[in-house]
């Protein structure tokens, strides 16, 4: 891949403005309307297949009876499908940190160190540095396919892409024009987005919203997920869910099969800073479960930690989770990291404007013997969930801006903001080509859908309902 410095070093602002508009020769705006499958394109079920291989293979029959719900919950998990779509595209070769899975689901609110509620991306499971425009084309393909998951016309769905990038890129103005350490500081506090909002209704309803989200934190989460068991503080079974580390191999004594659990939260507080690491010493471990998450996740291995400090009323629930490398590097390139929960890590540190305080990386043996990254962070620390199929025509078109806002900050952030608003631009060329791509794209993932249906139909992959 040819792309121009993820970062600008000392170039002067005219040779950064210079850069960016040199990118139109090699990829045109209007180039980006549309979506024409490559010649060679993969199986789409056989990249999942590929997937598979390297994940507990109890768990992927759960993956794959999400994914076959809808043809917005297999977008969800499409994220390798695409990125080899992507990869075998003409793009513009001006280089920013990517989220990697920029849907529409994976924006949301969470609390930031200082106890205030923000907007941000909160999934970097794929991050990688790529061209600027493969984020939002993962955005703007989830609006098209949402919006059809909720009966939404053309038109509708068109305004609700055209309204995250339309924010992407007048956002992308500004930061141009902004000293770094102001755009560093930029964040999207939750309490200001009422300003944004065009009724009292949708206010009313947002600031429900909000209040709900404060709700659920780490107490909430420790309520709902443990209980006293034989007078011990324990993870309550939901299986195949939620699998406490001493059901998964009977016979086990707890203290040995939780060796590499207990060693990897005891090992991965060196990647804290002092203070950090400091506090999680006051912690002690409880218990430990295997959890199911997500979508696309479904399968890697994912361990719930619960520590108490004080007493048992002093809980921190911790979640470990196995980082493989990115959907994005065979395209890309390797993780200049040679872990790659440092690669997440490192990756959502220099896109979000908050990180989880506990965030941190490690590598392990796990119980099968094969050495393994896990990142970690806390399961539960204020969280707002979007809700699409709830969402009117009008409440998603103000979410789609909101999420090209803030897609737009974390690009700044890691990026040229220079180089990208210049091959923006101030028109609306580079939005009509989103608009026409994201409706292709999500024809396409529809096909894909299909052909994965028919594969669940003949046996040639399980799904399992859960």
Not at 288 to 317: F, H, N, Q, Y
């Amino acid at each position: 891949m040819t792309t121009t410095n993820q970062v600008s070093g000392h170039l002067t602002v005219a040779e950064r403005v210079a850069r960016g508009r040199a990118a139109r020769s090699a990829a045109p705006r209007s180039s980006h309307a549309g979506f024409v499958p490559a010649e060679r394109r993969p199986d789409p079920v056989g990249v999942l297949e590929q997937q598979a291989v390297t994940r507990v293979p109890e768990l992927v029959p759960i993956r794959y009876g999400r994914m076959v719900e809808s043809p917005f919950r297999f977008f969800r998990g499409a994220a390798a499908i695409m990125a080899a779509d992507l990869g075998q595209a003409p793009h513009t070769g001006i280089t920013t940190q990517l989220c990697g899975d920029a849907h529409l689901l994976n924006f949301g609110l969470f609390a930031s160190p200082e106890r205030h509620l923000v907007f941000d991306i909160n999934d970097f499971d794929e991050t990688l540095p790529g061209p600027f425009e493969w984020d939002l084309k993962r955005l703007t393909a989830s609006f098209a396919v949402a919006g059809r998951a909720n009966g939404l016309d053309d038109d509708q769905r068109a305004a609700a892409v055209t309204e995250a990038v339309r924010v992407y890129r007048e956002r992308m103005q500004r930061f141009s024009g902004m000293r770094t350490l102001d755009i560093w500081y930029a964040q999207d506090d939750a309490d200001r987005l009422h300003v944004l909002l065009p009724d009292k209704k949708t206010r009313r309803r947002t600031s429900r919203a909000l209040a709900k989200a404060r709700t659920r934190d780490s107490l909430q989460a420790f309520d709902k997920l443990t209980a006293v068991v034989d007078g011990e503080l324990r993870i309550v079974a939901d299986p195949p869910l939620i699998t406490p580390l001493g059901d998964l191999t009977p016979g086990t004594e707890y203290e040995e099969l939780g060796g590499p659990v207990r060693a990897l939260i005891a090992d991965y507080g060196r990647t804290l800073s002092s203070e950090r690491r400091y506090l999680l010493e006051r912690f002690r471990l409880v218990d430990v479960a295997r959890k199911v998450v997500g979508v696309g996740s479904v399968g890697t291995r994912c361990w719930i930690v619960l520590m108490v400090g004080r007493d048992e009323g002093d809980p921190l629930l911790l979640q470990a989770k196995e980082a493989g490398e990115s959907v994005l590097a065979p395209y890309c390139g390797s993780s200049r990291y040679d872990n790659q929960g440092k690669r997440v890590v490192a990756g959502q540190r220099l896109m979000q404007a908050n990180s989880d305080i506990f965030l941190g990386w490690e590598r392990v043996t796990g119980m099968d013997g094969m050495l393994r990254d896990f990142y970690v962070r806390q399961l539960r620390d204020w969280k707002g969930t979007p809700r699409p199929e709830t969402m009117t025509p009008a409440m998603l078109r103000l979410y789609a801006g909101l999420c090209g806002g803030s897609l737009a900050r974390a690009h700044a952030r890691s990026g040229d903001p220079v180089a990208i608003a210049a091959y923006l631009g101030t028109g609306a060329a580079f939005d009509r080509a989103m608009v026409e791509f994201a409706e292709a794209y999500a024809d396409q993932n529809e096909r894909d859908y299909e052909v994965f249906a028919k594969a669940v139909q003949a046996d040639r992959v399980t799904a399992m309902a859960a």
